[in-house]
Structure formats: structure tokens, C-alpha cells
């Protein structure tokens, strides 16, 4: 089965056809397509690897499913002995990209 190294979002991820995976916010809507850059592609059965310098020609090709928001992420400051308390919340944008063509 044929896989590709994609980079995205600062990341890189190993997808296959029909995967879905979740990224960083693509600012597109939804059911958009959206070409990744590649870095490498390799085939499982025929143990064959090619590797980009530092991308390839060909793109791997993905459908957004939606736009989401992640986990809450809740980040709190602390000093002992002052009685200073602070709590903040994240939420990150995110993207569910269904990879279409490798």
C-alpha cells in the first residue's frame, strides 16, 4: 500500500489514501480541496522509498470534512507567598482533512 510524508501546518504527518487526519487550521471551507506539499513516498509491498529534495513534484490531494476546535487546554500561572492566581483557556482551530490521492 502507498504512503507519502506530507508537511503541513509546520508538522509533518504519514498518510495514506482515504486516512483522515486533523491539522492545523487550513483557513478553508468546508468540503474545499487542498493540496499538500510532499516530502517522501514509498510503496509497503514493493519496499521502495522516494525521497524529495526537500519536496517532491507530485501532491498529495485531501478534502476537508470540517472545521473544528480542538481540546480545551487550560494554562495557570502561580507565585507562592504573594496570592497571585492566574488561569487561562486554549482552544485551537483545527482542520479534518480525508486524504484523497496520494
Not at 489514501?17 to 486533523?22: F, P, Q, S
Not at 470540517?66 to 486554549?90: L, P, Q, T, Y
Amino acid at each position: 500500500m502507498k504512503f507519502a510524508v506530507i508537511q503541513t501546518g509546520g508538522k509533518q504527518y504519514v498518510v495514506r489514501k482515504d486516512d483522515e487526519i486533523t491539522v492545523d487550521n487550513l483557513n478553508v471551507a468546508q468540503d474545499a480541496d487542498v493540496e499538500f506539499e510532499t516530502l517522501a513516498e514509498g510503496d509497503d509491498e514493493k519496499n521502495d522509498i522516494t525521497l524529495g529534495k526537500p519536496f517532491l513534484t507530485s501532491k498529495v490531494k485531501g478534502k476537508v470534512l470540517e472545521n473544528v476546535k480542538g481540546d480545551k487546554i487550560r494554562v495557570a500561572r502561580f507565585k507562592s507567598k504573594v496570592r497571585s492566581r492566574k488561569v487561562r483557556g486554549f482552544r485551537a482551530a483545527l482542520s479534518r482533512v480525508k486524504i484523497t490521492t496520494i
